[in-house]
């Protein structure tokens, strides 16, 4: 105990960003179990699809869908997408699962989502990045 003492008196920036990243992790994880927003992997994706016939809406630009997309999936890039929400009525009781390039902006546009009524909204964890390296079909324009 003692040499934790001593060396958080000689470092002590060092124990600052250890307890400011541990604090960061913490808040994260708690924000995730209340969190009305649900992650799915590419398998769970997968099988949504399949299953339930669920709805991927690729959330990346117009040049990013067209250099890779999943099957299936409807493209409204982000920056339109509050414009356009009314054309997913027809989904709105239908699981829809929310692309981006790395999973961090389809969290913005799933939280859109359900706060416009969709009640089964989830976010492709790692999103297209995360596809590709499962090695999954993508499909090109």
């Given at each position: ?18 307890i ?5 992790i913490?808040?994260s ?12 992997t590419p ?11 669920a ?21 409204i890039?982000l920056?339109?997408?509050s414009?356009?929400i009314?054309?997913l ?21 799933a939280k859109?989502l ?5 009640s089964?909204?989830?976010v ?5 990045g995360k596809?590709?390296?499962?090695s999954?079909?993508v499909?090109?324009k």
């Open positions: 105990m003692q040499q934790y003492v001593e060396f958080a008196g000689n470092h002590p920036i060092l124990v600052v960003m250890w400011g990243l541990l604090l960061a913490i808040v994880y708690i924000q995730a179990m209340f969190s009305k927003l649900q992650f799915v398998t769970e994706l997968t099988l949504l699809v399949n299953r339930e016939d709805l991927v809406l690729d959330i990346r630009s117009n040049d990013d869908f067209k250099r890779g997309h999943i099957t299936g999936a409807r493209n890039p920056a339109q997408l414009g356009q009314g054309s009525e027809k989904a709105k009781d239908a699981p829809i699962i929310v692309v981006c390039q790395a999973g961090m902006s389809a969290q913005g546009a859109q359900s706060a416009a009524g969709f089964r909204v989830a492709l964890t790692g999103g297209m596809w590709a390296e499962a999954l079909p499909v090109k």
